[in-house]
């Protein structure tokens, strides 16, 4: 009977941690021995199609920077994170 108690406590125990957050900060996560690059997670922003390429860039990386700054949702330009949200956008012209 103490035994089997003993064995829930333990198990009880080694149940309190810290949960998984995908979308947490840099600073947040505890880099004992662990790779940053294996949890972290971004939303990808690709550049913005039916424009001029620097201007595509451009508006990617103005979305990506109020997702960070407005929202703190980690993100960045396509092909620079391994996140598995990915964010596309097109520019059309508005009819008259």
Do not use: W
Request: charged share 20%; glycine share 12%.
């Amino acid at each position: 009977m103490a035994f089997g108690a003993a064995i829930c406590g333990m198990l009880l125990l080694s149940a309190c941690g810290n949960l998984p957050r995908p979308f947490g900060r840099e600073d947040d996560v505890d880099a004992s021995g662990v790779r940053p690059e294996m949890f972290f997670e971004a939303v990808q922003v690709s550049p913005v199609a039916g424009t001029t390429k620097p201007m595509g860039t451009l508006l990617a990386q103005a979305v990506s920077e109020r997702l960070q700054s407005r929202y703190e949702i980690p993100s960045a330009l396509d092909g620079l994170s391994k996140g598995r949200f990915h964010l596309t956008g097109s520019v059309v012209e508005a009819g008259s």
